[in-house]
C-alpha cells in the first residue's frame, strides 16, 4: 500500500514548478523569437500591443491583449522596443508600479545619450523596478537555440529581487546570466553590442599597415627594379611570389611583436624596483592585444605553409627546372650535389616545420576550451616558454634561409636590404634582450620584484 502510494506520489506532477506570466511589449523580432524561447521554455507569454489582432507571425500559444490589460496579467514585463517610444509607458505608470521591467534595447551608436536607455526608462517609471537584460542576444540566435551564438546574458538592475528573477528566467532559457552589478552598469552593456572587435583594433590595424609597407617595398625591389635595369616582366609575382615573401616576414614581425611588450615591462620593473606602479597606457594596451597579436601571426604563418606548398605547380617553377635541365643538356655536363646547400635547404625546412608547429599549439591553448581546463602554469609554460622556442626556430628558420643576403652586395637593390633582413630586427632584439634578462645577476632580482620586494616602498605606491 505504502509503495503503491509511493509511486503514485512520485508520478503526480510537481504544480510548484509551473512557470509565472510574463508580458513582453513589443511584437517586433526581437520579441517575437524571445517570445517564442520562452514558451518552449514553458512560461506563459503575453503581447502587450497596439493592435490586439493576432497575427501569424506571434507564437501560436501565446495572448494578444492591450497594453494595460496585458501587464495586469503579469508581474514581469519585457519592453522590446526601441527607446524613442517609451513616451507611451507614462499613462500606464500605475499599472506599471511595482512590476519588474526588463529593458533589451539598444541604440546605434556608442554613447547616443547622456544616460543609458534603461535609466531612462527608470527615470520615467519611478515606481518600477527596472531592469537591464537580453540586449546583447540577437533574434537569430534565440531562433536557433543559441547554438550559434555566445550563451552570456548581462544583467544589471538596482533591486536584487527583480534582478534574480531576471536571472532564473534567463537560466530558463539555457542562456547563462552574468551579474553586472547595478544600474550604473547599463551604459557599457549596451555600449557591448555596438563594439566591432574593441580588442582587434590595433592589431588588425598594424597587420594591415605593416602588410601594405612590406608588399610595396618587394613590389619596387622585385618588380620595378628588375623592370629597369634588366628588363624582366616579373609582374606576375604578385599572385604568389612577393605574398610568399610578405606572410613569413608578417608571421615572424608579429610572434616577436607578442612578446616584445613582455621585455619592456620587464626592463620598467627593473627600472623602478616595484611591481606596485601602472605600466604606461599604451604598454598596458599593447598587453592587452598579444593574444590577437598572435593568432593573426599564425594567420600568416598558415598562408605562408600554403603557398609554399603550391610553389612547385606554378608554371614559372617549372619554366626554371626544366631550363636547368635543358641547360645541363646542352654543355652535356651534370651540376654534382652541392651538399652545403642540400644541408642549408634542409635545415631550413626543419626549422620551419618546428616553428610552425608550436605556432599551431601557442594557437591552440589559446582556445578558451582549451585554455581553461590547464592550470596556470601549464598555460604559462605553453605561451612562454614553448612561445620563445617558437621564435628561436622561426628566427634561425629565416637567419638560414635569407642568411646569404646579407653579405651580398646584389641582395642590396638601390641599397635596400633584402625584406628578410628587416623581418629579423625586432626578432633579434627581442631573443637577445630575453637572453640578457634570464642571466641570473638580472633574473634573480626581477623575480624577486614580482614577488613583491621593492627598492624603495615608500615610492610603491
Not at 126 to 147: E, H, R, Y
Not at 201 to 208: E, M, N, V, W
Not at 239 to 258: D, E, G, K
Amino acid at each position: 500500500m505504502n509503495k503503491n502510494s509511493s509511486n503514485t506520489m512520485a508520478l503526480a506532477p510537481n504544480t510548484s514548478n509551473k512557470r509565472e506570466t510574463v508580458c513582453i511589449f513589443g511584437t517586433g523580432d526581437f520579441g517575437r523569437a524571445l517570445g517564442h524561447k520562452m514558451i518552449q521554455s514553458g512560461y506563459p507569454v503575453v503581447y502587450g500591443s497596439r493592435s490586439t489582432q493576432i497575427s501569424n507571425l506571434i507564437p501560436k500559444d501565446a495572448e494578444v491583449l492591450g497594453h494595460a490589460e496585458a501587464a495586469q496579467k503579469a508581474a514581469i514585463i519585457i519592453i522590446a522596443i526601441q527607446r524613442q517610444h517609451y513616451n507611451f509607458l507614462t499613462p500606464l505608470a500605475e499599472v506599471l508600479r511595482g512590476k519588474v521591467l526588463v529593458d533589451i534595447s539598444n541604440n546605434l551608436k556608442l554613447n547616443q545619450y547622456p544616460e543609458s536607455n534603461a535609466e531612462h526608462l527608470a527615470q520615467l517609471l519611478p515606481g518600477s523596478k527596472v531592469v537591464k537584460a537580453f540586449n546583447t542576444v540577437s533574434a537569430w540566435a534565440l531562433q536557433s537555440g543559441t547554438l550559434d551564438a555566445s550563451r552570456q546574458v548581462f544583467v544589471c538592475g538596482d533591486d536584487v529581487e527583480a534582478k534574480q528573477m531576471v536571472m532564473n528566467i534567463v537560466r530558463a532559457l539555457g542562456l547563462t546570466p552574468l551579474d553586472k552589478g547595478s544600474l550604473l552598469a547599463a551604459q557599457e552593456i549596451e555600449n557591448y553590442p555596438l563594439q566591432l572587435f574593441p580588442m582587434w583594433k590595433f592589431p588588425i590595424f598594424l597587420s594591415l599597415g605593416l602588410t601594405a609597407f612590406f608588399f610595396f617595398y618587394c613590389v619596387v625591389l622585385d618588380i620595378i627594379y628588375t623592370y629597369i635595369y634588366e628588363n624582366n616582366n616579373f609582374s606576375f609575382f604578385i599572385a604568389i611570389t612577393i605574398p610568399n615573401r610578405v606572410c613569413p616576414v608578417m608571421a615572424l614581425i608579429l610572434l616577436a611583436l607578442v612578446y616584445l611588450p613582455g621585455i619592456f615591462a620587464a626592463i620598467i620593473q627593473l627600472y623602478r624596483g616595484t611591481k606596485y606602479r601602472r605600466f604606461p597606457d599604451w604598454l598596458d594596451k599593447w598587453m592587452l592585444c598579444r593574444k590577437q597579436l598572435g593568432l593573426i601571426a599564425l594567420a600568416f604563418a598558415s598562408l605562408h605553409a600554403v603557398f609554399t606548398l603550391v610553389t612547385p605547380l606554378r608554371a614559372f617553377a617549372s619554366w626554371r627546372t626544366g631550363k636547368g635541365i635543358i641547360s645541363q643538356v646542352l654543355n652535356n655536363k651534370t651540376e654534382p650535389l652541392d651538399h652545403t646547400n642540400a644541408w642549408l635547404s634542409d635545415s631550413y625546412l626543419a626549422l620551419g616545420i618546428l616553428g610552425f608547429f608550436l605556432f599551431v599549439l601557442l594557437g591552440i591553448t589559446s582556445l578558451p576550451s582549451v585554455s581553461n581546463n590547464v592550470n596556470w602554469r601549464e598555460f604559462r609554460f605553453v605561451q612562454s616558454k614553448l612561445g620563445y622556442l617558437a621564435l628561436i626556430f622561426c628566427t634561425a628558420h629565416t637567419l638560414v634561409y635569407g642568411g646569404k643576403w646579407f653579405l651580398s652586395p646584389s641582395a642590396y637593390k638601390w641599397y635596400l636590404p633584402n625584406i628578410y633582413i628587416l623581418s629579423l630586427i625586432i626578432p633579434c632584439a627581442v631573443l637577445v634582450v630575453k637572453f640578457v634578462l634570464i642571466l641570473p645577476c638580472i633574473d634573480k632580482p626581477l623575480t624577486q620584484i614580482r614577488q613583491g620586494w621593492e627598492r624603495n616602498p615608500k615610492y610603491s605606491k
